[in-house]
């Protein structure tokens, strides 16, 4: 059973352009969560999807950034106009529930974004 | 709203010393859960453990040990004779039943355990 998977591991981009940040969820998850890891920092949360739903996006910035969780295919985290500012690690993490003693949360081996 | 707080950002031992690393939380809610992550120098995150708020029983776990006290609201982490490959951050983290679901990361604790 393969674990989550995330792609690409690094991406370079300049100032503007845009990121695509693609998640896999565990065979059989179906919530999916996005964290980022600014540089010395711990993780924070971004957003948090179910299949076609945004359920929880109260850490995601106002601007710029989007997620979505189709029903098919991956979830995919995008940032727009990439500002230097938004270089860290993006983590993505799936679980086969939302609560109760299935809720643990396994984590992707994370995106780590470079803006020059 | 969640909040957890690890006071040590760094500790440097030397190898075969026991290390603990501190956890403390904040929350509302009487159903939560309590996670301890590794993350190496290569950079992902291995889940370590998870507790939840109605076990208050220590766990151990080969060289590791966890103390849940709820008292004190902290959730301490006990590496006995440490070895150069626990060099990592470790990261206490917290999901409130009734907060949907998401993880609250503490700050981190940068282990060095030296030869």
């Known amino acids: 059973n393969a674990g989550v998977m995330q792609n690409p591991r690094h991406l370079v981009r300049r100032r503007g352009q845009e990121a695509r940040l693609r998640c896999s969820p565990m065979k059989g998850h179906s919530h999916v969560y996005w964290y980022r890891q600014l540089p010395e920092e711990g993780l924070k949360f971004m957003v948090y999807?179910?299949?076609?739903?945004?359920?929880?996006e109260s850490g995601m910035p106002k601007e710029r950034f989007s997620a979505e969780f189709p029903k098919e295919g991956p979830s995919i985290l995008r940032i727009q106009q990439v500002v230097r500012g938004d270089s860290a690690a993006y983590f993505c993490a799936s679980s086969p529930e939302a609560g109760g003693p299935l809720n643990e949360q396994f984590f992707g081996p994370g995106t780590r974004l470079t803006v020059l | 709203a969640q909040k957890v707080t690890q006071a040590q950002t760094e500790i440097s031992v030397v190898e075969k010393e026991d290390v603990t690393l501190d956890c403390v939380y904040e929350?509302?809610?009487?159903?939560?859960?309590l996670f301890w992550y590794k993350q190496p120098p290569s950079g992902e995150l291995v889940f370590l453990i998870r507790r939840n708020s109605f076990d208050e029983q220590n766990e151990i776990s080969g060289r590791y040990s966890w103390n849940f006290q709820k008292s004190t609201s902290s959730f301490n982490f006990t590496i006995t004779a440490s070895q150069v490959v626990d060099s990592a951050v470790y990261f206490c983290a917290l999901s409130a039943y009734n907060a949907g679901n998401m993880l609250t990361f503490g700050g981190g604790t940068r282990l060095m355990v030296k030869p």
């Open positions: 999807l179910q299949k076609e739903n945004i359920i929880d």
């Open positions: 929350t509302r809610d009487t159903t939560y859960y």
